[in-house]
């Protein structure tokens, strides 16, 4: 069975840092791409970034600088380190897991996710 299991979200303020973790199992990790996403209230789900299976990464514009994905395929877990947060950072985030080939954080490419973490800013 395929899971993902997301954790590291809370409550931080605007300015401070949060280390979100996915870890992953039922299937061979090395060969997928893991992204990670985000929803907001009221709004649709985002990518954010994702790390493939060579090692490419993908950032969306508006985590650039602030954000850095990192793979630990001994661990089976993808790390989202996220610096710098700001309220509109506010969201669930999830984990999924996609093609190894797939080199963007599109939700429509990923077959399997987590349940979510909170991540609230505050301003």
């Known amino acids: 069975e395929v899971q993902l299991v997301e954790s590291g979200g809370g409550l931080v303020q605007a300015g401070g840092s949060l280390r979100l973790s996915c870890v992953a199992s039922?299937?061979?990790?090395?060969?997928?791409?893991i992204g990670w996403f985000r929803q907001a209230p009221g709004k649709a789900r985002e990518g954010v970034s994702c790390?493939?299976?060579?090692?490419?990464?993908f950032y969306v514009d508006s985590v650039k600088g602030r954000f850095t994905i990192s793979r630990d395929n001994a661990k089976n877990t993808v790390y989202l380190q996220m610096n710098s947060l700001k309220p509109e950072d506010t969201a669930i985030y999830y984990c999924?897991?996609?093609?190894?080939?797939?080199?963007?954080?599109?939700?429509?490419?990923?077959?399997?996710w987590g349940q979510g973490t909170q991540v609230t800013v505050s301003s």
């Open positions: 999924a897991a996609a093609d190894g080939t797939t080199w963007y954080p599109i939700v429509e490419y990923y077959d399997s």
């Open positions: 039922g299937f061979t990790f090395d060969d997928y791409t």
């Open positions: 790390v493939s299976s060579d090692g490419r990464i």
